[in-house]
């Protein structure tokens, strides 16, 4: 089975029910901080590989008020709960981004979605002349414990199809080489702030005091965090 089929034929949704929308508020909050950082204020917003859409739910409700929002995914489950967030300045459609020629956006998030493409390198490529700005979030899984746990990263494939596994250096290098200009970048604890397996709740704390005194060490080290990008 291709990892394309995963997201059409229903298979990643019976794995994952919510689609990390969970997740959404604490993903648009980090947004949002990017975007105050570096003084971007786009009006246009669009989510390639939107899932249920809230992400950009949760950024119409604090950015400006003209901005106008576009998700799009290849998912028909995703993109039918999506459309339920549908409103005027809301708009969803089941779609490959990287395929579409002619729509170019203000901003374009793409999150924790390269680790998912069996050909991300070339989707970057395609993706950089569709925007002015692009916000990536980028999962570590690479990291000391992972690597050391002999299913560390092989869980990553079978409950999330991860085809991908980064450090924040290779991130960093992938983007570069496809022709993006980094303009800002941030560790985001999401296993600190999000985690609740027991193994995410053992490491909850080792994981904060070692990123209060060296966040780069405590990502290589003990992993859990991911990497939010402002690009162009």
Known sequence: MSSRTLYVDGEYLAK????????????ARQVRHMLRKNGVSPKTVCDVGCGVGEVINQLQE?????????????????????????SGRIHFELADFGQETDKFFDLILVLDVIEHLQDYFSFLQRLKA?????????????SVQ????????????EMYAHLHYFSKETALRTLEDAGYEVLDYFYT???????SAPGQLL????????????????????GGFSLLVLAR
Do not use: M
Not at 17 to 24: K, N, R
Not at 203 to 222: E, N, Q, Y
């Open 16 to 27: 994952n029910p919510a689609w990390h929308a969970e997740e959404s508020a604490w993903k």
């Open 62 to 86: 604090n950015l400006d008020r003209e901005c106008v929002f576009w998700g799009y995914d290849i998912s028909p489950q995703a993109i039918d709960l999506a459309k339920t967030r549908s």
């Open 130 to 142: 569709r925007g002015r700005h692009k916000i990536f979030h980028i999962p570590l899984d690479l």
């Open 146 to 157: 992972t690597v050391f746990r002999k299913n560390g990263l092989v869980k990553r494939r």
């Open 189 to 195: 604890p999401r296993s600190v702030e999000l985690g």
């Open 203 to 222: 490491l909850k704390l080792p994981r904060k005091l070692l990123s209060t005194i060296h966040k780069d060490l405590a990502a290589r080290l003990l």
